[in-house]
């Protein structure tokens, strides 16, 4: 087998799985032996588990050779963020409490992905609970950058971005609840999707803010996003917040737009004009922006006014919506239980073990910002800015068809580098007000800097604006300057 698996895609998997160039057997142990090789130095997965792996491959390949393939993906592998639950297999959230909590019901992306007959590939390291953007937060270990292992892949979905940059699965799932997938897929070089809120159901996602949470894919190119945002989306009785389905197929038609003539793509002034956007970031959309306009595109300024005030906002409403999600991991019905004399001491000797510094100051300041005296200060008035700025975006797709930014306004930076929370929370400024305002976005690779480390651009696009999206995305993708994003690990 000559196939290099550390730049394959779901779309080309198929067709050697259905040409029988391949087997999922074969094609599972490629990808574990290159996990072998690398995972001591990037140390994405959590859990790798071989022979669960194998068993799932060989019951698929022997689906192929009766004829009775579940779909034209079935055997492709793919990995899973910590903190979407499989039947019988632990979902930590890369945090101490949960650290024994086997699930016991299968979130629904996990059962749509087993209908397709896809292998699930390992559990993904991850910030805790998914607090942060860089992976330094997981409990149990911190995931290194495939591109230079003395960087963080971004977070918090840091392992699944790291361990499809580092070719050791196909692609992989994330959440994003302020830019989870994007920030670390543009970190890595990889492709990261986040749905409308409410595309995917999240059933089986543990919550962190449950108003802004989304699952979405984490891939090689943007076919592949589509290919899975296919599979995942749609309405489930199990989450009320799940929208209706629309019948698309994102992945059908991708190639449709020949060129961009008649696309408008809106450039946000205000976020040209942060502070700390690194300068060969702002290179980089530069040379982007000249890759659109030569497809015919026309650029066109919009203005998020409110925009400034999105990491200040979110920081209420989400620290507000996790401190509530969060109660239920007391040792009592979740979680590691640390055994004390009274029910109270109980509660408090089990938390204050099992959470690490950043779930518990966000705990904190959420119970802060809930508590009555200071109900209206914060959490009222940060949802009323919440709407202006998502009022702000809808202004913004009447002058354009997609919103153009960074993704982040560096790239990977080193271990330890943001020791300040606030710091940190500015490595979301790009990504943060899409979830804010509930629409979809994407992070696709643009570019290399001049340190050697890949830069996203992020394409934003209406409620439910996927298929146009994705299919500009797609025509960016085809027509950038660097064709592969391949780390040299
Ligand atoms: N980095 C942001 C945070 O720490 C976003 C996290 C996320 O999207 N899950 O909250």
Redesign the pocket.
Known sequence: MSIRIENLTIHESARLLEGKKISSVELCKAYLERAKNLEPKVKAFLKLNEEEILSQAQASDRRRAESKKLSPYDGIPVAVKDNITVKGQTCTCASKILQKVVSPYDATVIRKLKGKGFVLFGRTN??EF????SCE?SAYQKTANPWNVGCVPG???GGSAASVAAGEVTAALG???????R?PASLCGVVGFKPTYGRISRYGLIA??SS??QIGPITRDVEDAAILTDVMYGRDSKDATSLPDTNEKFSEGLDSLKDLKGIKIGLPKECFEIEGLDTGVRKSMEKSIEVFKSLGAEMVQVSLPHSKYAVAT??VI?TAEASANLARFDGIRYGNRVKADSLLETYLETRGAGFGD?VKR?IILGTFVLSSGYYDAYYTKGQKVRTLIRRDFQEAYKKCDVILTPVSPTTAFKFGEKSDPLQ??L??IF??ST?LAGNCGISVPADIHANGLPVGLQLVGPDMGEKQLLRISHIFEKNRAIKEFIPGI
């Open positions: 991850m910030d998914a607090m942060g953007s937060n977070g918090s979905s959440s994003d609840t302020g830019g989870s997938i920030q962190f803010a802004l949470d979110y920081y989400a950043e966000r940190m929370y490595a979301d990504t943060i979830n």
